[in-house]
């Protein structure tokens, strides 16, 4: 079983739609969340963090569930410039170790 | 604003070379990590360095070493060289070890034929 595993889609939507991306970790100890967004053949680039109390950047939202060892990403009102790749990324405690997700495929269609 | 540079972009080597690949951090970025992503695949951790000491050890292969030198740049060193090898080599760089600020590097295309 991979350390994090996403849904890797792809996830085909309409210009407007709502989606939301899971992703699940199996180390109980990790202790920083994030989501990052690689567009084809560039590097990654951080998204938002992901916070215990969930957080909001414009139309992106993140979710932590501790108990269920479970993160998620909303994304509202999809535009074409949110194509991408969104990568699910868990650090284990001191932050040196980060575990990427084999990312989820978003197309957004016109 | 001054970003990640990795030398060289593109990099064809033989079965069996050697190749090093250079990370240059942010200025003042004192922690720098080193990725290999195969195509279709996920960033892999390879190793990290804070203040020129490894701080953490992934996926690195024996063949494979590397080191913060005390300007902090990096260098990734392969050895023995394998097909398997060819992949996009990311470097990313972060201050005091803070994983939540990571930026990364153009990456270098590695291709052994």
């Known amino acids: 079983r991979k350390e994090v595993e996403q849904d890797p889609g792809p996830f085909n939507v309409p210009e407007g739609a709502t989606v939301a991306f899971n992703c699940t970790y199996s180390?109980?100890?990790?202790?920083?969340f994030f989501w990052y967004r690689q567009d084809c053949r560039k590097e990654p680039k951080l998204l938002m963090s992901?916070?215990?109390s969930g957080n909001e950047d414009g139309r992106f939202t993140a979710q932590l569930n501790r108990a269920s060892q479970y993160i998620s990403l909303l994304i509202r009102d999809s535009k074409l410039s949110d194509s991408a790749t969104y990568l699910c990324?868990?650090?284990?405690?001191?932050?040196?170790?980060?575990?990427f997700g084999a990312g989820t495929r978003l197309f957004v269609k016109a | 604003a001054a970003g990640v540079i990795q030398s060289p972009r593109h990099l064809i080597k033989e079965k069996r070379e050697t190749a090093t690949l250079k990370c240059y951090p942010i200025p003042r970025h004192d922690t720098v990590y080193w990725y290999q992503q195969g195509p279709g695949q996920d960033p892999q951790f390879l190793i990290s360095f804070y203040e020129k000491m490894q701080s953490d050890k992934g996926s690195i292969p024996d063949r494979f070493s590397a080191q913060q030198f005390s300007d902090y740049h990096s260098e990734l060193n392969m050895s023995s060289l394998e097909l398997g090898d060819s992949a996009l080599y990311f470097c990313?760089?972060?201050?005091?070890?803070?994983?939540?600020?990571?930026?990364f590097g153009p990456g270098t295309r590695l291709t052994v034929l």
């Open positions: 990324v868990v650090a284990e405690t001191g932050g040196f170790k980060t575990i």
């Open positions: 992901v916070y215990s």
């Open positions: 180390n109980s100890a990790s202790q920083s």
């Open positions: 990313a760089s972060s201050f005091r070890g803070r994983s939540d600020e990571q930026f």
